[in-house]
């Protein structure tokens, strides 16, 4: 028997509760799992909260993300004792996720955990970190540089912007980040942005062409805010779009791309293949600082998910939601 988050519609009714489960229900996977840490993410909360059609198949056990020890396994690359993590391929959307005690999970769906951090570490970071890494990655892929000039991040104060200011500082770039809660300004700056920009100069409509500005773009919200970073974009500029909190519309012209030879990169983290997991966990042990990470995290019991998924949901909520599992 295990405890879960157990989502599910009967009769079209939305139930989120926690259940005393039994292994049998477990779906089909090659890797029996212990979950030591999940987090909850946007789409978690998004599920949790039924605010959008997340999840695919009912009942659902949420957490798109997992870090823990292995208990038992068919595949040939897991053993017994190993410690890994786990990011997206679906989990908590089509297959039961980990915000669970126990997951039944494929093993080509693992990453090692990098000896770097320990569980707790790990999903701190979680599917938010790895995506920020995805994004700093493409920046470099495409020929952005701190000496090119600033780099903008945008949904500062979320998980993914929370990890992308701490990462690009430490790569020496000047950060300014964008955010709707001015009362966390210091916490910003302490991740190392050197400027904080209020949201309302972003999230409404801007013109096709706006004053050169950034070298490169971190993005989480989408819509407008996607639309005018584009816009302010200096010439041969990246801007990397992972996200789309304030929606999933993009009204803007092709200008920018035409006029400026700017590149706009689509960062997906959940169908990434493995070497490009591999490779972003392993610079995220490299580059992240333990310190860092601290600043981001808030510690919650399993039964506290839910309350952390409102808290999200109303756009109250800083950092990372670090879930003890067991």
Excluded at 114 to 123: G, H, K, N, V, Y
Aim: charged residues 20%; hydrophobic residues 45%; glycine residues 10%.
């Amino acid at each position: 028997m295990f405890h879960a988050w157990l989502l599910d519609k009967p009769d079209g009714v939305f139930r989120a509760e926690i259940r005393e489960l039994d292994d049998s229900r477990l779906p089909p996977g090659d890797v029996l799992v212990q979950v030591q840490h999940s987090s909850v993410n946007y789409k978690d909360a998004l599920a949790l909260t039924d605010r959008a059609p997340v999840v695919r198949s009912w009942p659902m056990v949420p957490g798109i993300d997992g870090a823990g020890v292995v208990l038992q396994s068919r595949h040939p690359q897991w053993k017994a004792g190993d410690r890994w993590i786990l990011d997206g391929w679906g989990v908590g959307e089509t297959h039961w996720g980990c915000l669970a005690e126990r997951a039944s999970l494929r093993g080509d769906w693992l990453v090692p955990l990098p000896e770097a951090f320990d569980t707790r570490q790990a999903m701190i970071l979680g599917t938010a970190g790895y995506t920020a890494m995805l994004c700093v990655q493409a920046i470099a892929a495409h020929g952005a540089r701190p000496e090119h000039g600033e780099v903008l991040v945008t949904g500062a104060t979320g998980g993914v912007g929370s990890v992308a200011v701490a990462l690009l500082a430490r790569r020496g770039w000047k950060v300014a980040a964008v955010t709707g809660k001015p009362q966390h300004a210091q916490y910003l700056r302490e991740l190392g942005a050197s400027e904080v920009l209020p949201r309302q100069g972003f999230s409404e409509p801007g013109r096709p062409l706006q004053k050169e500005r950034w070298a490169a773009v971190v993005d989480t919200a989408g819509s407008h805010v996607l639309a005018n970073a584009c816009a302010q974009t200096r010439w041969g500029g990246v801007v990397t779009a992972c996200g789309l909190a304030q929606g999933m519309d993009f009204p803007a012209s092709v200008a920018p791309f035409i006029l400026r030879n700017v590149t706009l990169a689509g960062i997906d983290s959940v169908m990434q293949p493995q070497p490009a997991r591999r490779a972003a966990w392993a610079a995220l042990a490299q580059e992240i600082d333990a310190g860092q990470l601290e600043r981001m995290a808030h510690d919650l019991r399993l039964e506290q998910a839910l309350e952390a998924a409102q808290a999200l949901m109303q756009g109250s909520w800083q950092g990372r939601a670090v879930v003890a599992v067991a």
